[in-house]
């Protein structure tokens, strides 16, 4: 007889059903007698979610993989928990089998005997909303003596908010129907928890008598989806800042792994700067700075994987090591930021208190995966900033004479316009070179080029500070000087025309060439336009040439500020 006859010859004798459910929550094969236990065939069975039955040994079989899923039982680990009402069995591929017999009635003695050995909580309420049944992993959970517990209404174990939202659930479910809930809830003692519930209604001769509450603390899993939410944001996002987005990686990543400081750095030589901090327990701020070598990222960076330990002080790694010996740092996870394939610094978390439990497989990929966002969010913001720069140079480019470096006459518009709206006085000067044709004619027009640079240095040495010279074209220049009434401009306007009599051009042959200029200066009477301003010193130019050249000629305003 081969194995599959006896098997079935077996399960049809012992009047038992198999459900094989899949990781993703769905039976994906039933057998043996499923219409007398649960009313339905087999192949009807396919495909269902286990929460759509309405059988409390399928819920509660439910509940314990999702539970120890979430503990993440090892790849290949398998357990079991059996028990005259049903028995669970978790197989090496991360699937359950729930075994259901009908050798025994599921009467609540069966199901309190089974319940206790569960990871998740059970509780039985009655009509009035008070404990009849809880479950050993209840009890531990809100610290409470099961006698203590036994009659006591609901409110006993929940704060009034919250016993208000579970109290109409309640509701519902004396009245028949089933529910599945996740809510934040509150203890009376004040600890705050994501639960998942689910509400069964228990049927007597057709009426509700009570019902079985399945309880799994998520909060861990509820934290981990709000560390993936912000993965996603820092990836996507464009709304919010750089420094937004990574505070609230690191927050959340603290949460999830029930740490107390999270930091990212930036590594520069043996330099370990801090650029984004998250800790309620200690003070560390952006740009603090240590010596790498007595952080534990020195130890991490020597690391091709993510560097991590619970305990430290037991950890030959780590026991003898600066930050340990200075900070007491028992337990830290932390992995290197690259940006181009370079180390650019590092992310981790620590904290003084070591862990009880091992870093596991999901940890470390959950720091690859914050890292990774975090890398992507510096380089985004690398990108602007290059961004940025180049539209900054381009800009700049854009309001520089190519051949001087100085500012062009569209920079002197801007300036002036500027000037002219915050009402702020100034006066302006023209300056032209002296005969400059004839420099071209006679050592040619890289020779005046030569003498142009050389000018438009000379005359910035003597300014003012706040002054500005701009070259327009050809050899003429104008000087912009706040603040500065006509007066105080001809001082200044002397001064660098005595600075250009004193020195030479040395020219590209070796020849030395001396040059003077000629300036014509206005000051800005208050509403007068730029073009009137400039005419004017354009006007005092002419005369400074017709005059000899190599002086400085002042035109007086004749603006009338009422005109329009």
Request: net charge negative; proline share 3%; aromatic share 8%.
């Amino acid at each position: 007889m081969s194995q599959p006859d006896w098997w079935k010859e077996v399960v049809d004798l012992s009047h038992s059903a198999y459900l094989h459910i899949s990781r993703d929550q769905r039976i994906s094969d039933a057998v043996g007698d499923t219409q007398a236990l649960l009313g339905c065939k087999p192949d009807d069975l396919i495909g269902l979610a286990p929460e759509e039955l309405k059988d409390i040994r399928t819920h509660l079989g439910v509940a314990v993989s999702e539970s120890l899923a979430r503990r993440e039982v090892e790849a290949g680990e398998t357990w079991a928990v059996e028990d005259g009402a049903g028995c669970y069995y978790g197989l090496a591929d991360g699937s359950v089998v729930v075994k259901l017999t009908s050798s025994l009635q599921v009467d609540r003695g069966i199901v309190e005997r089974l319940a206790d050995r569960l990871p998740v909580m059970v509780a039985y309420i009655d009509r009035d909303g008070r404990f009849r049944l809880n479950n050993q992993a209840f009890v531990d959970f809100v610290g409470i003596d099961r006698e203590a517990l036994y009659g006591q209404p609901i409110s006993a174990v929940l704060d009034a908010q919250s016993y208000d939202k579970v109290w109409s659930r309640c509701q519902k479910t004396f009245s028949g129907q089933e529910g599945t809930y996740e809510d934040r809830l509150s203890l009376v003692d004040g600890r705050t928890f994501y639960f998942k519930e689910k509400y069964i209604p228990d049927f007597l001769e057709g009426e509700v008598v009570g019902f079985y509450a399945i309880i799994q603390d998520i909060s861990e899993y509820r934290a981990m989806i709000q560390l993936l939410r912000d993965i996603h944001s820092g990836v996507n996002r464009t709304d919010i800042s750089t420094s937004e987005i990574i505070d609230r990686l690191l927050h959340d990543t603290m949460t999830t792994l029930s740490m107390d400081i999270g930091l990212v750095s930036r590594i520069i030589g043996e330099q370990y700067i801090v650029k984004w901090a998250a800790s309620d327990i200690v003070d560390i701020a952006p740009d603090d700075t240590f010596d790498l070598g007595n952080t534990y990222c020195r130890l991490m960076l020597d690391t091709p994987e993510v560097f991590h330990t619970t305990e430290a002080g037991k950890d030959g790694r780590i026991s003898g090591h600066p930050c340990y010996q200075h900070f007491r740092l028992e337990c830290y996870i932390g992995t290197p930021l690259r940006l181009n394939g370079e180390v650019w610094g590092t992310l981790n978390f620590s904290s003084p208190h070591s862990r009880s439990t091992p870093f596991s497989e999901m940890d470390i990929e959950l720091i690859r995966l914050v890292a990774d966002a975090v890398e992507r969010v510096i380089s985004h913001e690398a990108e602007i900033e290059q961004v940025r720069q180049e539209l900054d140079l381009m800009a700049d480019k854009a309001s520089r004479d190519y051949l001087t470096g100085l500012p062009n006459r569209a920079f002197l518009e801007e300036h002036v316009a500027t000037l002219i709206a915050r009402d702020e006085p100034f006066s302006l000067a023209v300056i032209d070179i002296d005969h400059f044709k004839q420099v071209n004619d006679a050592h040619g027009h890289d020779s005046g080029d030569t003498v142009l640079q050389w000018l438009s240095a000379r005359v910035s040495e003597c300014l003012r500070e706040g002054d500005t010279v701009s070259r327009i074209g050809g050899e003429e220049f104008v000087i912009v000087m706040p603040r500065a009434s006509a007066s105080k401009a001809t001082q200044v306007m002397e001064r660098v025309r005595q600075h250009i009599n004193t020195g030479v051009v040395t020219l590209q042959d070796g020849n030395e060439l001396s040059i003077t200029i000629s300036s014509g200066l206005s000051e800005h009477a208050k509403g007068e336009p730029l073009a009137n301003v400039f005419k004017r010193a354009d006007t005092a130019l002419y005369a400074a040439k017709g005059s000899g050249r190599d002086q400085v000629c002042t035109e007086q305003a004749e603006f009338d500020s009422d005109v329009s």
